[in-house]
Structure formats: structure tokens, C-alpha cells
């Protein structure tokens, strides 16, 4: 007879392989816990904004974020940097998002052009991506280190160029975009194909070798506003098994100078279909990324929760503020656009200044939204064993890795940008472990189209 745990693998995975599913190496819905969750940005002009948020005022981080850019900077302080703001963070209880953003800095460094452009001929350069997946090992390990949870959210922008700007409008066929895997040299990604599917799964393969228990992120860039959500997930389909879905502001605004008004409803529709389309075909949660302070906070945390809970049954998982500015980090508005930063009428309760986006964290920390039911972490709990993280509190961006694959710190750059869950690790009955399984996989949505992912 099969021991409990080994009969509970056993029927995990037939019941698996009966429905077609691969699962992600992690569950990030219970890494989230029960609600949703919020974080900010830990740039470095804001300083100790982000503790003195929580241990003053009351706002639960459940994520901080930072950049790891192209910088020449010695390796060992890289890492000592990385490894003492992880520390910083583990007393905020909040989980490091490291954003790895280097294609395009890296290929600016001998290539010219626009930004697609830059980015497409980088990831056609061997000698730039060996460079590249050497930087991406340097941070894998180094998150590794910290010895919990963490997040490596990969190139925002540079998967959106793929699909909207390199010479096809709405290019769902990542197998269709040329890229140096293999034929960088790299000896951990030798035998992928040369193009963008080979070069997601080359990075999910390079985290199961150095770091298995770092969570990895790929960036679905909503370049549309919400339309063809079919090509995002279409690229997405042949690049592996992620553990989240990270995206940026979606825009719902109908005039951005007056972001304090309601969101435009159409947009609304648009968008939470977007988000339902690629959270599902992807079975992981979407996290927020850069959510703009003022219109985001002010609708979703105070006059429009019910859009909030909206876009929760739809797949979003967390929403992390941008927090960027000059002066005092109180004041800072939103950063992406000058009329997102318009100041309200005085008639208006938005205000639009970080103290006010903290002001409304601290008050749904009170009383945070619980995943409703029917959304994909609405099972988190039955699931069990989440971890709790640690991030940067009060740092700026880190850089890992130039062309030339030395690392280091960017602490002054405002332009920037565990483990698996082991069977039988908490005890229980047999029946109770088998139940686990069961939650876990429920969550997972098969995806049976013709050349999909779970084909």
C-alpha cells in the first residue's frame, strides 16, 4: 500500500495528466493569503516612506518593488545591498519584487534606434543575451540567498514589444520572434530553440537550476487598453508554466486631467475582460504593477470598492503603487503623465498625493478585501501553505549585470524602474492532504485549444 504523501503525488499527478494541467511551480494565491494585496515602490528618493507607512500609519505591505538595471558596479555589493534591504523587510512582513529590466538598457549601450528596435536587435545579438542570462543567474542567486519569498518580475515593455512592435501587429506566435538562447553560449540554456517560447522557458529553467524557490513574473503588456487579450495569451501559451502575471495601469480614465471622475464604464468592461481572458488561460493571479497614485487608489480604495472587487474576480491579485517624485515623498503624484497629476478641484475628496494613497491603504488594511467567491485565489486558503516575504523598505534600484556582465547598485535611479508546497509539510490526514491537491488544482483552469499549453 502507498504511503499517504506518496499516494497523494501519485493522484496529483494523474489527476493532472487526466485534465491536461500544468500547474506553476508556485501557488502565489497563497503566498497572497486570504485578500488581496497592496505594495509600493521603494525607489530611493522616497527613503523610509514605505516603513513609516506601515509602522506609523497602519498600510499592511504585502509587496515592495524595486528595479534590477544594467550597472557596472562590483557583484559582492550588489548582493550585500539586496540581502540588507530583504532583511529591512522581513519586519514589514512584505515580499521582495525585483523587476528585472536590463534588454533594452544593455542594448543601448552599442545599439541605437527606438525602443522596440533597441530591444529586438539585443535579443538578437548572442553575445548581449549570454551577457543577459548571466545577469539574470547573478540575481536569481542573490534573491535566493534571502532565504524567503521573492518575486523576479522579467522585462515589462520587452514582452509588449514583441507582440505589438516588431513587425506584426498583434503577434500571438512567440516562436516567430528571433532570439539568442542557445546560440548565446550559455552553457544552463544550451539545447532551447532561438526564439521568444525558447527564451521564457530558458528562464524558468535557469530558476528551477539556481534558485527553485524565487517566484518568476512574466509582464503582460496591456499595450491595447484591454483589446486582443487573445494575442497576449496566445504568446503567453507557448513559454511555460509562470507563477504570476504582472501588467501595468490599464487606463480606465475617459479624460486623464480629470482622473477623479468616474471610470470611463466601457473601459471598465474592456479591461476586467482583459484581465478574466489572461489571469485564466494563464491559471495565476495578475498583479498591478505601477498603479498610479491618485486615480487608483481614489477608485478602487475609496469611492468604487466594488470595482476593486471587480477586477478580483477577474484574476487581480495585488496592486503596487509607483511611488516616484522630488521633495517630500507626501506629495509625490502620479508619475506617469502630467495630467494624471492634476490637482482635484478643492470641491473633489480625491486629493491625489501619496499621503492620501497611505491614508486609504492604512484605512482596507482594517478591512481588506476577501477573495470573493468564484476568483482564482478564492480557494488560496484551502490550499494552505503560503510564505510570507521580504523587500526592500527604503531603497532605491539595483542593478545587476552590464553588457561587459559585471553588477551592482543604482541606488539613486528614480527613472528605473518559500519553496514549493511540500506534501505532508504541515501534517494532517490523509484526506486532508488529498483535499489540498484537489483545491490547488481547481483553481487551475485547463486551456484545451489546438497548440496550447495544455495540448
Known amino acids: 500500500m502507498l504511503r499517504a504523501p506518496a499516494a497523494l503525488l501519485f493522484s496529483a499527478s494523474l489527476l493532472a495528466t487526466s485534465t491536461g494541467l500544468a500547474l506553476p511551480k508556485h501557488d502565489v494565491c497563497a503566498d497572497l493569503g486570504p485578500t488581496l494585496g497592496v505594495g509600493v515602490s521603494s525607489f530611493s528618493a522616497a527613503g523610509d516612506w514605505p516603513a513609516v507607512a506601515e509602522q506609523q500609519h497602519g498600510v499592511d505591505w504585502k509587496f515592495l518593488y524595486l528595479y534590477a538595471v544594467p550597472t557596472s558596479d562590483p557583484k559582492p555589493d550588489v548582493e550585500a545591498w539586496l540581502l540588507d534591504k530583504a532583511k529591512i523587510a522581513t519586519s514589514l512582513g512584505a515580499m521582495p519584487v525585483y523587476t528585472f529590466y536590463q534588454l533594452l538598457q544593455l542594448g543601448q549601450q552599442k545599439l541605437s534606434g527606438s525602443e522596440a528596435d533597441v530591444v529586438k536587435a539585443a535579443l538578437a545579438d548572442p553575445a548581449l543575451m549570454k551577457s543577459y542570462f548571466d545577469s539574470f543567474v547573478f540575481l536569481l542567486q542573490t534573491a535566493a540567498k534571502t532565504g524567503v519569498p521573492t518575486i523576479l518580475h522579467v522585462e515589462p515593455d520587452s ?12 503577434n500571438a506566435d512567440a516562436t516567430s520572434i528571433p532570439v539568442a538562447v542557445a546560440s548565446s553560449g550559455h552553457a544552463d540554456v544550451a539545447g532551447f530553440p532561438d526564439d521568444a517560447s525558447g527564451f521564457g522557458r530558458a528562464l524558468l529553467a535557469l530558476r528551477d537550476q539556481h534558485a527553485p524557490a524565487v517566484r518568476l513574473g512574466w509582464h503582460a503588456s496591456n499595450f491595447r487598453v484591454g483589446q486582443k487579450p487573445e494575442v497576449v495569451t ?102 506617469e503623465s502630467a495630467k494624471l497629476a492634476t490637482v482635484p478641484p478643492a470641491s473633489s475628496t480625491a486629493g491625489g498625493t501619496a499621503a492620501d494613497m497611505r491614508a486609504r491603504l492604512a484605512a482596507y488594511a482594517k478591512s481588506p478585501l476577501v477573495w470573493p467567491p468564484g476568483s482564482l485565489c478564492a480557494s488560496a486558503g484551502a490550499s494552505g501553505s503560503g510564505g510570507s516575504g521580504a523587500g526592500g523598505a527604503s531603497s532605491g534600484g539595483a542593478g545587476s549585470g552590464g553588457a561587459s556582465g559585471g553588477s551592482g547598485t543604482s541606488q539613486n535611479d528614480d527613472d528605473a524602474g518559500c519553496g514549493c508546497h511540500a506534501v505532508g509539510a504541515r501534517g494532517g490526514s490523509f484526506a486532508a492532504l488529498l483535499a489540498l491537491v484537489f483545491a490547488a488544482v481547481a483553481r487551475r483552469r485547463p486551456a484545451p485549444r489546438p497548440g496550447g499549453r495544455c495540448a
Not at 481614489?298 to 521633495?327: I, M, N, Y
Open 159 to 170: 514582452w509588449g514589444f514583441m507582440m505589438w512592435a516588431m513587425g506584426v501587429e498583434g
Open 234 to 335: 496566445g504568446f503567453y501559451s507557448s513559454l511555460g508554466e509562470w507563477d504570476v502575471i504582472f501588467t501595468e495601469q490599464p487606463h480606465l480614465e475617459a479624460d486623464e486631467a480629470k482622473w477623479w471622475e468616474p471610470w470611463d464604464p466601457t473601459l471598465l468592461d474592456t479591461n476586467v475582460a482583459w484581465f478574466s481572458a489572461v489571469s485564466a488561460e494563464a491559471n495565476v493571479p495578475i498583479v498591478l504593477w505601477q498603479a498610479q497614485i491618485g486615480t487608483t487608489d481614489f477608485h478602487f480604495f475609496d469611492t468604487q470598492p466594488s470595482e476593486l472587487e471587480r477586477f478580483a474576480k477577474a484574476g487581480l491579485g495585488a496592486v503596487l503603487f509607483d511611488l516616484r517624485g522630488s521633495g517630500d515623498p507626501d506629495g509625490y503624484r502620479a508619475y
